[in-house]
């Protein structure tokens, strides 16, 4: 079994000077990956808008007006020329998400079907479809899925700040049955939602504390996006969120830390010292589900000046 952290345990790393976390977080992460290697993900959005889910930061929720289209489920044809491309761009996982509180069964063949066909093409698959039953995560896992991502978001105490629609623990349940049915978890937040730093940790400190803590955990930066209830949040501190990001890193040592949404949004001084703190995965595309992502060119650059090479 892992050692399981206390919140006290966590708050007081959290609270240790920048220097000292950045410095224990690198020491961690060489022990157990390569310093100058990061894991390229591309996400797809299969299915946009209209989600039946209140959650105050996503433009695709049908309780706001963002301007975003619903669109249907796309053909199989076109998710394989997406991924194609995405390999080509150096991508080694292929991430699938459809705005659904659930998918119904027979959205799950269909998207079974996807990833079987992705697969075939020597990417790693994941898949985002909402809330799942133990029976849907055990066709997913025969359709051959290596990762499901289910972000927890925030704390317990927060969640019902930002979404109303469902509880944290059907997260909770869901990840379980994704689990059961012998999946990679991929789960993590976002940072930024009007949270303080305790309900970061304590986000953190459920994940590292789960039977077994995820493979994956992307830590998103808020987008504010006009027409959703947080659109005038305020900006985190880029210091916090380093430091959240550092945090990751030391209570789950062998996960891939991920920088995931708001990457368009942080300098690449900041980036820098996320992938210092012990990132070693990211985003790629010109776009995350319906929110931009710095276009490849500037990722391949920020990569040559930090002399960080893509996992194979």
Known sequence: M???WTLEQAKSIFNLPLNDIIFEAQTIHRKHFSASKVQIS????????????????????????TGVKKEPLMSLDDVLKAAKK????????????????????????????MVSEVKKLGLETCVTL???????????????????????????DFYDKIITTRTFQDRIDTLGYVRKAGLKVCS?????????????????????????????????????????PLEGQEEVDPFDFVKTIALARILMPKSYI?????????SDEMQALCFLAGANSIFYGEKLLTAG????????????????????
């Open 130 to 156: 909402g809330l799942l039953t133990d029976g849907q995560a055990l066709k997913l896992k025969e359709a051959g899925l290596d990762f499901y991502n289910h972000n927890i978001d925030t704390s317990e």
């Open 42 to 65: 591309t996400l797809l959005s299969i299915k946009t808008g209209s989600c039946p889910e209140n959650c105050s930061y996503c433009p695709q929720s049908a309780h706001y007006q």
């Open 293 to 312: 992502n710095p276009i490849p060119e500037n990722d391949r650059l920020l990569f040559k000046r930090l002399g960080l090479e893509q996992l194979q």
């Open 188 to 228: 993590g937040g976002i940072i930024g939602m009007g949270e303080g730093n305790e309900d970061r940790i304590k986000m953190l400190v459920t994940l590292a504390n789960l039977d077994k803590p995820p493979e994956s955990v992307p830590i998103n930066k808020l987008i504010r996006i006009p027409g959703t």
């Open 2 to 4: 892992h050692p399981k």
């Open 258 to 266: 991920r920088l995931s949404a708001g990457r368009e949004q942080m």
């Open 86 to 113: 995405a390999k080509e761009s150096g991508a080694s996982r292929f991430c699938m998400g459809a705005a659904w509180r659930g998918p119904r069964d027979e959205d799950l063949e269909q998207v079974c079907a």
